[in-house]
């Protein structure tokens, strides 16, 4: 991921690159001719943004050394086609890693809603987790 | 939780998902990519995608789950601390063409020219209200749950009001519908639209059009609070960037200037829409909407009959597309308004009832149709039982608009959401 894409995701205004390309440009057509660009009057407006949210780092939780033997559940969020694609995830594992155990669970109420039952059974009878958004 | 999780999203949301992660604290989440789209796929189908490629890193799709969940962490992926997002510098500088530019490059704009808000025009417009500017106002988000909500003051409003092209005396509309924290912009896939209502003495007050055009490009303060909802939305917000926080997969015109609509009180025969909702006549008060859009009402089943068309089955037959996600809206002319009411329909409420009771659908069509979980809950249900369309008649709304040229009407498969007063804001 480029570095401008990265800043534009953690809501860093791509003002801040298009500022510094901004004032290459003009320094550069400054330079070519040795004058400033002619005198059209400068405006200053302001900045109509709202107020952004501090982001707060959350670091991933360790990863297990192998998945077998493990149990992983496998989480609908609820769109259509989710439950049928963990269904298909399902027969992979039984297929091509007979060791490990899926378990299927539809996360109740609506998409952006979290689940706070199904997190604790997670934490406690599994130990990792396939979340499929579907669409 | 601390289990370690693949997260797998289509290709589609690329962008929207990786987005979301990082402005949610994760930057480095391992998320996986399948094809677009899984929904209507076959199980056959589903499982090809398994045993293919994340079209974005290319690498075995399967292979690429399992690592990112036995993969050791790497040290940027264990980091914490807070990030303090910036938005840019407090102000731009530069000729009037370059900040034009500057403005819509960066996403700031509806890509139309704005009125530039310099120090000077932003302070006339907040001689519009006798808020404070720093007072913060409310929190919004493209999707609220979905993204983080964004938090905004008056003056913030202010800039996004002269842009649009707003004269100070609209300021308060337009905080209220910034105080309403409904986007103009959902994310959605679906490409929603909104709409507001306004009632109250203050539709005279800013000379609001509520006659022929009320809703077309006839009335500069209904197109300009529209075009500021549309801006506010965009940069209080962190709504409308394609791809990431907004995914309307046709897009919506009608989110150039929104459906801003001033009631017709005076011709309308029934109470104000916010006299229904609980606030006075003198009041004056936004009521906003989202939904589906808007559409025409003129091949309703029953309008040509004399000597007074059945507007009432004209209007059930209207509803039948409208799906059980968003409710029903009926903007009428007032001769429509008082059409209704010589067939009985004397208040908005009792035409609501007989919507709800008579505006059915069959089971199994409802079944058959995106919302068939939602429609008909109960699988014990037989295929031929009818249905009422809404369970409850105030999904129904209705408002007066027009200018009497003909008795024509209009519906929309939009949710009222709640009105927020506009005296609150001056």
């Known amino acids: ?135 | 939780m601390g289990i370690p999780t693949a997260p797998m999203v289509t290709i589609a949301f690329k962008d929207l998902a990786l987005s979301n992660a990082a402005q949610r604290g994760m930057p480095h989440e391992r998320i996986c990519f399948t094809p677009h789209p899984v929904w209507g796929k076959t199980d056959a189908e589903m499982y090809a995608y398994l045993e293919g490629n994340d079209p974005v890193s290319g690498k075995p799709l399967m292979k690429e789950v399992i690592g990112a969940l036995t993969d050791p962490l790497t040290e940027d992926e264990q980091k914490t601390g807070t990030v303090p997002p910036s938005v840019g510098p407090p102000t731009f500088s530069d000729t009037f063409d370059n900040l034009q530019q500057y403005y819509m490059d960066n996403g700031m704009t509806d890509f139309m020219q704005i009125v530039l808000p310099t120090q000077e025009r932003v302070d006339a417009m907040l001689k519009g209200t006798s808020h404070s500017p720093d007072e913060i106002i409310g929190k919004m988000s493209p999707a609220r749950g979905s993204y983080p909500d964004w938090t905004f003051n008056v003056r913030q409003v202010a800039i996004n009001a002269v842009m649009a092209g707003c004269k100070p005396e609209y300021l308060p509309v337009v905080l209220a519908l910034a105080a309403s924290s409904l986007t103009a912009l959902s994310s959605s896939t679906n490409s929603f639209s909104v709409a507001a209502v306004v009632n109250g003495p203050i539709r005279d007050k800013l000379n609001m059009n509520y006659g022929i055009g009320a809703m077309g490009p006839f009335s500069q303060p209904s197109a300009a609070i529209g075009r500021a909802w549309t801006m506010l939305s965009k940069n209080l917000s962190n709504s409308g960037m394609p791809g990431q926080t907004y995914l309307g997969t046709l897009g919506n015109s009608t989110n150039f200037g929104n459906l801003i609509i001033p009631e017709n009180e005076k011709d309308s025969p029934w109470a104000p829409f916010h006299v229904q909702k609980g606030y006075k006549a003198e009041e004056n008060v936004v009521s906003v909407f989202v939904g589906f859009s808007i559409s025409q009402g003129q091949a309703g089943v029953g309008l040509g009959v004399k000597p007074v068309p059945l507007y009432h089955q004209a209007l059930a037959y209207n509803f039948i597309p409208f799906g059980p996600l968003f409710g029903a809206v009926a903007v009428m002319d007032p001769l429509v308004a008082k059409g209704l009411v010589e067939l009985g329909f004397d208040t908005k409420e009792k035409l609501a009832d007989w919507l709800q009771k008579n505006s059915t659908i069959s089971a199994k069509d409802a079944r058959s149709t995106l919302f068939g979980g939602r429609w008909v809950p109960d699988p014990n249900t037989p295929d031929d039982a009818m249905i009422p369309r809404y369970a409850h008649a105030d999904s129904y709304n209705f408002v007066v608009v027009g200018g009497q040229t003909n008795p024509y009407h209009m519906v929309a498969n939009i949710s009222y959401r709640g009105s927020v007063s506009i005296d609150k804001w001056t």
């Open chain 1, 1 to 135: 991921m480029n570095r401008r894409k990265m800043l534009s995701f953690l809501g860093l205004a791509p003002t801040l690159l298009t500022a510094a390309a901004a004032e290459a440009e003009k320094a550069k057509a400054k330079k070519k001719d040795g004058k400033a660009p002619a005198g059209e009057p400068k405006i200053e407006a302001l900045n109509p943004r709202g107020i952004a949210p501090a982001i707060q780092l959350v670091p991933m939780a360790p990863r297990l050394a192998s998945l077998d033997g493990k149990t992983i559940y496998l989480v609908s969020d609820g769109f259509p086609g989710a439950d049928h694609f963990l269904a298909q995830i399902a027969l992979w594992f039984q297929k091509n890693m007979p060791s490990v155990t899926t378990t299927y669970r539809l996360k109740a109420g609506a998409l952006p809603d979290d689940d706070p039952k199904l997190w604790a059974e997670i934490k406690a009878k599994g130990n990792a987790v396939i979340m499929a958004i579907g669409h």
